[in-house]
């Protein structure tokens, strides 16, 4: 039986989410025309008020917000309340630039707590289980914002927050963890341990992970699944738009259900701007339509992205996004082909390798180098040359079917590459452009 939090808007028909998303933009528009001096300049150049904005439909009319907004606003500028009114900030790690300061109302984390509390609810969770939450607790909204759905649901609530693995593990089978909550390198990092302490997936109380805040490919799902004994499941989110919890896995574990009520997703060209059909990649693009601290109009994520309406099995009617196949400035682009890191990522893994790899790309002589260093399993660790050459090569050969081009593949000894308690650092580009 399918779980749900807030049944009756979670599986509405699609005449009253259009109908919810019409009331609320055009709320949300007079608000920031008021109330945010610097998107209402943004309107006025477009040539855009208020008015011209009676419903969804016009929503392509409206400006977009992008990092470099944010950046040039920093850090009250799209403020959308009295500081009075805002009661907690978040914010992001800033490793693609400036940090970015999000601000809440008691109102936006209410709703903020809510998406979360579906996500778990879809992942199966009920009042009877233990939820430990090992995101980071802090300005990184992961640990916060599943706490808090955690505590809406009902759960008893361990608040954990990253690293200690050893604590970690003592916790969840000492107080039989049934759901736990962390980024998809710690979990796979938590597998690792556990097997290493001669735990099998019986051994481990969990039922079920809900996993975010960095791309990862469903070969490590299948890997996550299997070493915990669990049900994995994505969620996607970041500050700007509250965190955790803007779209999440339900039961069919096949793309994420956007919460319409709150966020109206697009997908556009990127360099057009063109807005772009369901089914088609492109770069996703929200307006929260509730959110009042920091209400963020058709923000671009960069994250390539792409949408689908087909129906789900488990009754859900709001949209779906696809897994993220990572940001446009996680993309690389060498000799002139873009690469994913989730690309190589599921080469490693179908080749029985972890995620354990670091990318290092390189300009020599005015030529990009690929270099990816990967970590043996024990299982496979040797030191047989001929043996390892073959794996390497076997390595080569599965990127260059999968990117085109001819990367330059290194074995290491297992446990030679830095386990990440939060997202994981995959790229190293010492490219000096
Ligand atoms: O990562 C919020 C979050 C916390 C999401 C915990 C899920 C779980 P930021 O630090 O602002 O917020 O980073 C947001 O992370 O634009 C994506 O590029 C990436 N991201 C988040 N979730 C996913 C996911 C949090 N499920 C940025 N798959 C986003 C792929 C994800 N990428």
């Not at 019409?22 to 300049?41: A, F, M």
């Amino acid at each position: 039986m399918e779980n749900y939090f807030q049944k009756e808007i979670e599986c509405a028909s699609r005449e009253e989410i259009v109908a919810i998303q019409s009331k609320k933009l055009v709320e949300q528009v007079h608000h920031v025309w008021e109330n945010v001096p610097y998107y209402r300049k943004k309107m006025e150049e477009a040539g855009v008020t208020p008015e011209d904005i009676k419903g969804i439909d016009d929503l392509h009319k409206l400006p977009f917000l992008s990092k470099d907004d944010l950046r040039d606003a920093y850090p009250y500028g799209l403020m959308g309340v009295p500081k009075e009114d805002v009661v907690r900030i978040h914010s992001t790690s800033g490793t693609t630039g400036k940090r970015v300061i999000a601000f809440y109302t008691q109102g936006d984390i209410d709703l903020w707590e809510d998406c979360c509390a579906r996500a778990l609810m879809a992942a199966g969770a009920t009042k009877e289980d233990v939820c430990q939450v090992s995101y980071g607790f802090g300005l990184f909204t992961g640990g916060a914002g599943l706490n808090g759905g955690s505590h809406k649901v009902g759960c008893m609530t361990v608040p954990m927050s990253s690293g200690n693995t050893e604590r970690q593990i003592m916790f969840i089978r000492d107080l039989n963890a049934s759901i736990i909550c962390c980024t998809p390198s710690y979990a796979a990092y938590l597998g690792e341990s556990m097997k290493e302490m001669g735990l099998t997936p019986e051994d481990i109380p969990l039922k079920a992970g809900i996993f975010g805040a960095e791309a990862w490919s469903e070969e490590m799902r299948k890997d996550i699944e299997k070493t915990l004994g669990i049900k994995a499941y994505d969620i996607y989110g970041l500050t700007e738009l509250s965190g955790p919890g803007v779209a999440f896995e339900c039961s069919a574990q096949n793309g994420m259900h956007i919460n319409e009520d709150h966020f109206i997703a697009e997908i556009i060209d990127p360099k057009t701007h063109e807005v772009l059909p369901d089914g088609q990649q492109g770069e996703l693009v929200f307006t929260a339509i509730d959110k009042k601290g920091f209400p963020m109009i058709r923000y671009r994520t960069k994250d390539i992205c792409t949408l689908h309406r087909e129906k789900c099995p488990c009754g859900r009617t709001h949209v779906k996004m696809e897994k993220p196949k990572g940001r446009s400035d996680d993309m690389l682009i060498i000799r002139g082909v873009n690469v994913f890191p989730s690309q190589i990522e599921a080469v490693l893994l179908e080749n029985g390798y972890q995620a354990n790899y670091q990318i290092i790309v390189d300009r020599v002589n005015n030529n990009d180098t690929l270099d990816v260093h990967v970590e043996m399993t024990p299982e496979m660790f040797t030191d047989n040359v001929n043996e390892i050459t073959k794996r390497q090569n076997d390595l080569v050969a599965g990127m260059k079917s999968m990117l085109g081009i001819k990367a330059k593949v290194t074995l290491v000894a297992p446990k030679s590459i830095t386990r990440s308690e939060g997202k994981a650092v995959r790229v190293i580009d010492n490219r000096k452009i």
